[in-house]
């Protein structure tokens, strides 16, 4: 059957809606590389530029052999796709390229997130291999979980968890806590940084070495967040049945602004918090506090009224700096907080998800506005316990699966001796011992060798 011209136009442009957020998402692999580069010292900052490559290129060819046919592949299997392996049989009548576009952008900032916890101390080899397994698999199947029509936390899915499913529209447990959590293990495992902690535990001053990079990284993060959350509708020309004047492009609007507002009042808190604590003004903090709002609405921005996002950011800022406080106590190394910024605010958007998310607004994301439908809200808005257990389950189970995956993954290459670089390459710099020489050409670090000539003759006196 012949397509009309306005399903044809249609189509183009709910088409270009999507690249362009695809294309937006990528952006956010340039915020990490330099928001990455500034948290670490100067000694390892080609090396942290490196991994965040290495996660783009590597993930990339996992995510096209095996990723979205796990996360995709499959309407009927509840736990993991079975079809699409190297995007065979794509286009078809439910996805195409573009989409694919769109979520390998997703799939390839997981494995950012996971490097950022490790960084400095780590092998290259390592990266190659979580970086594909995480990309590949891990991350996937959670992906098939809550975002695939027939997954079983699906808010999609026609027998959906408590007559509800999960809403994770873009990602706080998806993405976020999936990179966190693979983080986490990778970091405990590996251990501390040299110097990090003294003798007797203290925590020591290990900056990073440029607060440019990181204002810079933070920015470009916040541009790239407005495909990750209102590109996440997929299509922008869906009109609300009943309405004359009301559609996706309505609701798109409005999740921009709850993102918006959701990582301001974040970053706000978080500069006054930290004010309190250290007694001073600090610009590292404060874009840390602006991402954990980020990370915490990105599960409900776009089920929420704007007020609710300023409340989603406050106690956001709180999650990221009593887990700070607590990593510090118990001697964890995150040169980025990873763990504790994607992790806990991750875990704290899913259940801020299942308390103040609105009927109106979820039946706008997952049934197109559709009239007669009903649809479980958040607690704090009459919906009862459902959708907050579901969400509490995705918290569970996103913890559960990727401990039980990288966990292991990374125990193993500790085994092997393939995850940790020795103390002396670790204390001369990886730009230096594994790169060849520093990022910076006139550096001059702790009276370091500056060529890669100059280390190898040290090393064999």
């Not at 607590?326 to 998800?353: M, S, Y």
């Amino acid at each position: 059957m012949a397509v009309s011209w306005e399903e044809s136009v249609t189509h183009s442009i709910n088409t270009v809606y999507l690249l362009f957020s695809a294309y937006l998402v990528f952006v956010m692999q340039l915020g990490f590389a330099m928001l990455c580069a500034g948290s670490v010292r100067a000694k390892n900052a080609m090396n942290i530029m490196l991994t965040n490559v290495v996660d783009a290129v590597v993930g990339s060819i996992s995510y096209y052999l095996f990723g979205f046919a796990f996360a995709f592949g499959d309407s009927s299997n509840p736990f993991i796709g079975t079809k699409f392996f190297a995007l065979k049989d794509i286009p078809d009548d439910t996805y195409d390229y573009s989409f694919f576009l769109y979520q390998w952008a997703f799939a390839i900032a997981v494995a950012g997130i996971t490097s950022g916890s490790i960084a400095e101390r780590t092998q290259f080899s390592a990266y190659l291999v979580f970086s594909f397994f995480l990309t590949g698999f891990v991350y996937p199947i959670v992906v098939h979980w809550v975002w695939s029509t027939s997954g079983w936390l699906s808010a999609s899915s026609s027998e959906s968890l408590f007559g509800s499913g999960a809403i994770d529209f873009a990602g706080s447990g998806v993405v976020h806590l999936v990179g966190a959590v693979a983080g986490f293990w990778g970091s405990l495992i590996e251990g501390t940084r040299v110097g990090r902690f003294d003798a007797f535990g203290k925590p020591m001053p290990m900056r990073g070495h440029n607060a440019t990079l990181v204002v810079l990284g933070t920015f470009l993060l916040w541009f790239g967040w407005f495909g990750f959350n209102p590109g996440s509708f997929d299509k922008i020309l869906v009109p609300y049945p009943g309405t004359t004047d009301q559609g996706n492009w309505t609701a798109i609007g409005r999740t921009a602004v709850t993102t918006t507002l959701a990582g301001s009042t974040a970053g706000i808190v978080t500069l006054f918090g930290r004010r309190l604590l250290v007694g001073h003004w600090d610009a590292l903090d404060c874009c840390n506090g602006v991402l954990c709002g980020f990370v915490a609405i990105t599960s409900g921005c776009s089920v929420v009224e704007p007020w609710a996002a300023i409340v989603c950011g406050f106690f956001a800022a709180w999650v990221l700096i009593g887990l700070n406080i607590l990593a510090l106590k118990l001697n964890f190394d995150d040169p980025l907080e990873a763990a504790q910024l994607h992790g806990g605010c991750g875990a704290w958007g899913l259940i801020f998800t299942g308390l103040f998310a609105k009927e109106e607004f979820v039946v706008q994301a997952y049934d197109s506005g559709a009239t007669g439908v009903e649809r479980p809200s958040g607690l704090f808005m009459g919906g009862g316990w459902g959708l907050l257990g579901a969400q509490v389950v995705e918290v569970l189970v996103i913890v559960g699966w990727v401990s039980v995956t990288m966990g292991p993954l990374f125990y193993a290459l500790h085994r092997l001796n393939l995850l940790r670089i020795s103390v002396e390459e670790e204390v001369a710099g990886l730009d230096i011992s594994r790169h060849g020489g520093y990022a910076y050409t006139a550096h001059q670090e702790e009276r370091q060798p500056q060529l890669y000539a100059d280390y190898i003759t040290l090393q064999n006196q």
